[in-house]
C-alpha cells in the first residue's frame, strides 16, 4: 500500500470513530463504521471492490451484534472495518484468517476508548479553569482542539503501525506459519459470523413465530440463490407489509377496547 493510501484509510478509521464521527453517532458510528460499508469504501480505495464485499459481509455478520452497554466499548469495530479490512485487502488474506487476525486487535485498540477518557478529564480540568477565568479561547482549546488533536494522533498511530508496518509483518508471519495453523485459524474466524448471528436473533426475535423470518432468509440464499441485494429488496417488502397490518390493527384494538368500556358503563 501506498502512503497516499494508507492516509485515506486513517482518516476514514478518525472520522467514523466514537467520539469523532461525522454527521453525528447514527451517521458515524453506526452506518459508515458497520463492516459492509468499511468494506466497500476501502475495496474502492484498493482498487479491489469485490473482495472489499466479500470481508465486509463476512465482517459484518462477525460483528453486527458489537454495540456498547452502559458506555462500555468491548470491541473496536471501526478497526475491523478499515485498517484491518484494508490489511487483509492488501495481503490477500482470506475471509477466516482475517476474521480470526481481527478478534484480537478489535479488543485491543477497544481499550483506548479508556486512554481517551482518562486523557478529558485533563482537558476538563483546563475547561474549569477557563470558566473563572472566562477565557473563551482557553474553553475551545480544552474542550475541541485538545481532545481531537489527542484522538486523531492515537487514531492515525494505530492504523500506520497496522499498516505501514504490520503489512510486511504479518506476510512474513504467515509466510513461516505451518498450514495446518493457519487452517486453525480459518475454522476459528468461521465461528464468528454464526457468534453474531445467534446475538442478532436474540436482541430482535421477540416470539418463537418469528424465527419463519430467519427461515424464510435462509431458503431465499441457500434454496433460491437470491443475491443479498434481491433479499435485502424482498426483506424491505415483507418489513413494510408488517408495519402497515400493525398500524390498521391499533386502531380496531382501540374500538374494541372502548366497545368494552360502553358495555360495562
Not at 20 to 35: D, E, I, K, L, W
Not at 95 to 108: C, D, F, K, M, R
Request: one cysteine or more.
Amino acid at each position: 500500500m501506498s502512503f497516499i493510501q494508507i492516509l485515506l484509510v486513517a482518516c476514514m478509521y478518525h472520522l467514523t470513530n466514537t467520539f469523532a464521527s461525522t454527521g453525528g453517532m447514527v451517521f458515524g458510528r453506526y452506518t459508515c463504521q458497520r463492516p459492509l460499508v468499511g468494506g466497500l469504501l476501502v475495496g474502492l480505495l484498493l482498487g479491489d471492490v469485490q473482495k472489499g464485499l466479500e470481508l465486509g459481509i463476512a465482517f459484518q455478520l462477525a460483528y453486527m451484534g458489537a454495540f456498547a452497554v452502559g458506555g462500555a466499548v468491548t470491541v473496536d469495530v471501526g478497526v475491523v472495518s478499515y485498517p484491518i479490512m484494508a490489511l487483509a485487502i492488501s495481503s490477500g488474506l482470506d475471509t477466516g484468517t482475517a476474521l480470526a487476525l481481527a478478534a484480537p486487535v478489535s479488543v485491543l485498540t477497544a481499550n483506548l476508548t479508556h486512554v481517551m477518557r482518562a486523557f478529558n478529564t485533563v482537558c476538563t480540568g483546563i475547561v474549569r479553569k477557563a470558566i473563572e477565568e472566562v477565557d473563551y479561547r482557553k474553553m475551545f482549546l480544552g474542550n475541541v482542539v485538545l481532545p481531537q488533536l489527542f484522538l486523531a494522533v492515537m487514531n492515525f498511530a494505530v492504523v500506520f503501525v497496522l499498516l505501514y508496518l504490520g503489512s510486511g509483518a504479518i506476510e512474513s508471519f504467515l509466510a513461516v506459519v505451518p498450514q495446518n495453523v493457519l487452517h486453525a485459524l480459518s475454522l476459528l474466524g468461521g465461528t464468528l459470523p454464526a457468534v453474531g448471528m445467534a446475538m442478532l436473533l436474540k436482541f430482535n426475535v421477540s416470539g418463537n413465530w418469528m424465527f419463519i423470518f430467519f427461515v424464510l432468509g435462509f431458503m431465499m440464499f441457500s434454496v433460491m440463490k437470491m443475491s443479498f441485494i434481491a433479499i435485502a429488496i424482498a426483506a424491505a417488502a415483507i418489513a413494510y407489509l408488517y408495519y402497515r397490518i400493525e398500524q390498521r390493527e391499533e386502531p380496531v384494538l382501540a374500538q374494541a377496547a372502548n366497545f368494552n368500556d360502553d358495555e360495562e358503563l
